[in-house]
Each structure stands twice: as C-alpha cells, then as structure tokens.
C-alpha cells in the first residue's frame, strides 16, 4: 500500500501563488508515476499534472500550462504542484494520486492510490 497526503492548500485571491505537496510513504517502491488531478463542486475529476517517477516528461493539462509547475524529490518521496497566477476556475479539491503501473496518465481512472485532497479557493 501506498499513502499520500497532500497539505498546502488554502484561500488566495486571483494572481496569487500557492504550492501544493504531497508526501508518499509505505510501498514507494512500487509507484511508477505520480498526479496531481482536482474536482470542483459538481463537476467531473479533472486531470492536471503528471509525470512518470523516475522521467523527464512532465505532462500538464492545457488550462494549467505555463501556470502550474510539477516537481518531485524521489529520495524524500515528496511532489509539488506551484501554481501562479491562480484563477477563480482553479478553484476545487486538489489531489495527489499514485500509479504503480503506467507513465504519468492523464486518466484519473489509471491511479490506484489517492490523498485525501486539499482545497483550493481562489476569490475574484
């Protein structure tokens, strides 16, 4: 088993800057790809960022491009999401999850280990 656990969420106002993290422990070994994906109320869970945890590509959706910077430190288990210049539509819960199979998909459904997820507000 795999567990995350995401912090560093919070209330900003529209431009400002947050960084999210996500701490991986148990069965590390095994995760071959990190994400970052969020759900607002009511809608669908909506990829983000992904990266396979041992590559160089880094995929991000296209509202988030240029905006939002992924990083990750394999010896701490630790993975970030930076994101500048934040927008009242980035507003939901923001999520970490693991896969242990693929290369940093872009389908929620392919994780098999998820946090518990942090809130993001962003107020116009």
């Known amino acids: 088993q795999v567990q995350l656990v995401e912090s560093g969420g919070g209330l900003v106002q529209a431009g400002d800057s947050l960084t999210l993290s996500c701490a991986a422990s148990?069965?590390?070994?095994?995760?071959?790809?990190v994400g970052w994906f969020r759900q607002a109320p009511g809608e669908e869970r909506e990829f983000v960022a992904a990266?396979?945890?041992?590559?160089?590509?880094?995929y991000y959706a296209d509202s988030v491009k240029g905006r939002f910077t992924f990083s990750r430190d394999n010896a701490k288990n630790m993975v970030w999401l930076k994101m500048n210049s934040l927008k009242p539509e980035d507003t939901a819960v923001y999520y970490c999850?693991?896969?242990?199979?693929?290369?940093?998909?872009?389908?929620?459904?392919?994780?098999?280990?998820w946090g518990q997820g942090t809130q993001v507000t962003v107020s116009s």
């Open positions: 999850a693991a896969d242990e199979y693929g290369l940093g998909s872009t389908l929620w459904q392919k994780y098999e280990y």
């Open positions: 990266a396979g945890w041992m590559g160089d590509n880094i």
């Open positions: 148990g069965r590390t070994f095994s995760i071959h790809a």
